[in-house]
Nanobody, 119 residues
Framework: QVQLVESGGGLVQAGGSLRLSCAVSGTIFSLNSMNWYRQGPGKQRELVASLTNGGSTFTADSVKGRFTISRDNVKNTLYLQMNSLKPEDTAVYYC?????????????WGQGTQVTVSS
């Protein structure tokens, strides 16, 4: 069983920075990708950034140039560095791990961490 525990959220003023962490534990086979999603008030959950097992990254246009996804393999931790934060970045941020083997996809989610950006 894979477990994900996020941390690092909080309240920050516009223009500030936060770094989210996602500690990953458990046995992981056939890792496909590690991702950060967010869900703002009254909005659908959206993909913010993705890191594939091969090292490719994706960053949503809305955060490109401001957010960076990275991974520490020794600590088994996924990070999201968020700079130049805007009020519209206010959301619950979720860590996600996707396993893909023999055509079967398994998604694991963290509990979420609140990020609030004040203007």
């Amino acid at each position: 069983q894979v477990q994900l525990v996020e941390s690092g959220g909080g309240l920050v003023q516009a223009g500030g920075s936060l770094r989210l962490s996602c500690a990953v534990s458990g046995t992981i086979f056939s890792l496909n990708s590690m991702n950060w999603y967010r869900q703002g008030p009254g909005k659908q959950r959206e993909l913010v950034a993705s890191l594939t097992n091969g090292g490719s990254t994706f960053t949503a246009d809305s955060v490109k140039g401001r957010f960076t996804i990275s991974r520490d393999n020794v600590k088994n931790t996924l990070y999201l560095q968020m700079n130049s934060l805007k009020p519209e970045d206010t959301a619950v941020y979720y860590c996600n791990v996707v396993l893909l083997m023999w055509g079967r996809r398994d998604d694991y989610w963290g509990q979420g961490t609140q990020v609030t950006v004040s203007s």
